[in-house]
């Protein structure tokens, strides 16, 4: 029964996400030649004003006034995209086809603001990929994927709740040593997500030993593409078993070909990044006791915004340190002036920003007893019947033994006659 419950529940769950989640989808040319849809991943439908609100954007981007020709496209012939894509140095596997062609199209046209944003924002975040992927011996080129899944946005959270960069669900963040709760949430810490997906990605290998089944398996779950290779009779070739996949995953490897080749292509399709300003020095601090954000900014002179930007995986402007020591990641001056200020920043503004209490006490008040409700009129009529009632019964059981002594009387009286008679006749 209990299983019963669960597998209905997850039904229940399943197709309310699939009524409720926008999905934008696009046409292209199936294997067979027959036209189907298929569904975008994330990073493919994020438009560029919701790239440019970031901090590190508004702080540290700004448009290349020397680019020659920004908005036209060259056309190309097919034969010069399998050339280029052949060329790429890289261990996975990047054919063309139509379908890796739309994707492309879509960058090179309707995204290409969006790609010249993302080629500056990957100077904050690149480095960071590349560092977890050379860790664990992972293709370089996986530094791309988060281009198709966050566009590069740490806060971008899907409508199926996947967060981050790299769009972890709950449970598989939390599996791999994300902490997740009402007040953190490290999905969107970019370094700590960053080193979680590298595990994920290097365990995906391990199960099939073929990276294109692996990105799959990252959109859509192993168990999926597990149902895909068992209805395409055991291949384990990504093309073979495409028609077995979700039409969202069907989408997702011909998105990461295409992000790889635009961003390694841009220049050809006169698309021109956005110039970086250098950033300023960072560094850590672990704090072990609970922080505000507004007391940091007060006492710092830094803004609210620049810490949070810093610092996405605090959901609540508060580092949580009395739970357990919490990393918080400010500029190098900053961070010095926190350090003078030692433990006089924890009281700061302690009582108007801490609210929450500790302890309660109870007043232990007997509460008086409510008076009687006593309605009006239909009371008097009631309590006026039943005193009528009681005087007619009084009056009755009167009556009723008066009488019954009358008759005791006679009946005594009877009696005596009846002797006296008798004695007459005996006489």
């Known amino acids: 029964m209990k299983k019963f419950f669960l597998l209905l529940i997850s039904l229940i769950l399943s197709f309310t996400s699939t009524v409720t989640w926008a999905q934008e989808v696009i046409t292209v040319e199936g294997p067979e030649g027959e036209d189907e849809e298929i569904v975008l991943p994330e990073g493919l439908t994020m438009e560029e004003d919701s790239l440019l609100q970031l901090w590190q954007s508004k702080m540290y981007?700004?448009?290349?006034?020397?680019?020659?020709?920004?908005?036209?496209?060259?056309?190309?012939?097919?034969?010069?995209?399998?050339?280029?894509?052949?060329?790429?140095?890289?261990?996975?596997?990047?054919?063309?086809?139509?379908?890796?062609?739309?994707?492309?199209?879509?960058?090179?046209?309707?995204?290409?603001?969006?790609?010249?944003?993302?080629?500056?924002?990957?100077?904050?975040?690149?480095?960071?990929?590349?560092?977890?992927?050379?860790?664990?011996?992972?293709?370089?080129?996986?530094?791309?994927?988060?281009?198709?899944?966050?566009?590069l946005d740490p806060f971008a959270v899907s409508p199926a709740g996947a967060t981050g960069l790299w769009q972890f669900m709950l449970g598989t963040g939390k599996q791999y040593g994300l902490r997740v709760n009402s007040l953190v949430d490290e999905r969107k810490d970019p370094i700590k997500a960053t080193f979680a997906a590298a595990k994920y990605l290097r365990d995906l290998y391990k199960i099939y030993g073929d990276w294109s089944l692996v990105i799959a398996a990252y959109n859509c779950g192993p168990g999926k593409v597990n149902q895909a290779i068992h209805r395409a009779n055991g291949s384990r070739d990504y093309w073979e078993i495409y028609p077995y996949l979700p039409r969202e995953t069907r989408g997702y490897v011909p998105a990461f070909i295409a992000a790889n080749y635009i961003m390694t292509y841009y220049c050809e399709h006169n698309i021109c990044a956005m110039q970086t300003r250098m950033?300023?020095?960072?560094?850590?601090?672990?704090?072990?006791?609970?922080?505000?954000?507004?007391?940091?900014?007060?006492?710092?002179?830094?803004?609210?915004?620049?810490?949070?930007?810093?610092?996405?995986?605090?959901?609540?402007?508060?580092?949580?340190?009395?739970?357990?020591?919490?990393?918080?990641?400010?500029?190098?001056?900053?961070?010095?002036?926190?350090?003078?200020?030692?433990?006089?920043?924890?009281?700061y503004r302690a009582d108007e920003l801490f609210k929450r209490r500790s302890s309660v006490e109870v007043k232990d008040v007997v509460a008086p007893k409510p008076a009687p409700r006593v309605s009006k009129g239909k009371g008097r009529a009631k309590a006026g019947r039943k005193g009528s009632k009681g005087r007619r019964g009084k009056a009755t059981s009167s009556r009723r033994a008066s009488h019954s002594s009358k008759s005791a009387g006679k009946s005594s009286g009877r009696k005596k006659s009846s002797k006296s008679s008798s004695k007459k006749k005996r006489r």
């Open 279 to 347: 950033p300023m020095a960072t560094d850590t601090i672990v704090v072990s006791r609970d922080l505000h954000f507004s007391q940091i900014a007060d006492l710092c002179n830094i803004s609210i915004e620049a810490i949070k930007a810093l610092n996405p995986q605090y959901k609540t402007q508060v580092v949580p340190g009395d739970w357990e020591p919490s990393v918080l990641r400010l500029p190098l001056e900053t961070l010095n002036t926190l350090i003078d200020y030692k433990d006089s920043v924890y009281n």
């Open 61 to 151: 981007l700004y448009t290349d006034s020397t680019c020659q020709n920004p908005n036209y496209n060259p056309p190309y012939p097919e034969e010069t995209y399998r050339e280029r894509l052949r060329r790429m140095p890289c261990v996975m596997e990047m054919p063309w086809n139509p379908i890796v062609q739309r994707f492309i199209d879509r960058y090179t046209n309707r995204l290409r603001r969006s790609v010249s944003i993302m080629l500056a924002s990957g100077n904050f975040y690149i480095p960071i990929f590349e560092e977890a992927l050379d860790l664990y011996g992972l293709p370089l080129e996986l530094k791309y994927l988060p281009v198709i899944e966050s566009a």
